[in-house]
């Protein structure tokens, strides 16, 4: 089955104690990227990465790591959060092979984040 | 600022009647538009997408439309079901790379 995996799902943590969230799609998706929800703003894109070690900032992306070394895998490293960076987030994937492939992004469930 | 507005938070139509969900922008660079519905504790699905070279694309019982010069677009679901009720994202492009997202609608459809 085509999926965007994200983990963990629910995470409760601290002010400044270092996170990683986890994303990995098995589609051979060339193009990723993290987005966060909040109420009122929608999804804001945080960073995105075109291909294996080309990574780029969306629009909101202070506060944020990503590294991309494997093709399946996002990952979204928080290295000090703060309580504005709770809320919902989400990775996403897509083909960007084809016409019509580029348009279209597939989600992960999302991680609902919490700092204290 | 957001470049994308969805002004109405809410909408709540009968079964079988017309949904009309509103998407405003403000980047005249946007060239490309995308229609996401999201389900709670899922995360979003493409629905559908048009092209700045479009006025108009169908899909089954989802027709959006773009009105480029009023920068505009709206996103028709016809006839509207219960399972149609979702919260509704558009989305805007210029270079597929990066996306700005409106802040969504949330669709009931009444039996």
């Known amino acids: 089955e085509a999926q965007v995996t994200q983990n963990p799902r629910y995470l409760i943590t601290v002010t400044g104690k270092k996170l990683t969230v986890t994303c990995s799609q098995n589609m051979n998706h060339e193009y990723m990227s993290w987005y966060r929800q909040d109420p009122g703003l929608g999804l804001r894109q945080i960073y995105y990465s075109m291909n294996v070690e080309v990574t780029d900032k969306g629009d909101v992306p202070e506060g944020y790591k990503v590294s991309r070394k494997e093709k399946r895998n996002f990952p979204l490293i928080l290295e000090s959060p703060s309580p504005n960076q709770t809320s919902l987030y989400f990775c996403?994937?897509?083909?960007?092979?084809?016409?019509?492939?580029?348009?279209?992004?597939?989600f992960g469930a999302g991680t609902r984040l919490s700092v204290l | 600022d957001q470049q994308v507005k969805q002004n109405s938070p809410s909408l709540s139509v009968q079964e079988g009647r017309i949904s009309i969900l509103n998407c405003d922008y403000t980047?005249?660079?946007?060239?490309?538009f995308l229609w996401y519905k999201k389900y709670p504790a899922e995360g979003p699905t493409f629905l559908i997408s048009?092209?700045?070279?479009?006025d108009k694309n169908e899909d089954g019982r989802f027709t959006v439309f773009l009105n480029k010069s009023a920068k505009h677009l709206s996103l028709h679901i016809v006839p509207s079901q219960p399972g149609d009720s979702a919260v509704y994202f558009c989305a805007a492009s210029a270079d597929f790379n990066k996306f700005d997202f409106g802040s969504g609608t949330k669709l009931n459809v009444k039996p």
């Open positions: 980047n005249s660079m946007f060239d490309y």
């Open positions: 048009i092209s700045s070279i479009k």
């Open positions: 996403a994937s897509s083909s960007r092979t084809g016409v019509l492939a580029k348009n279209i992004q597939y």
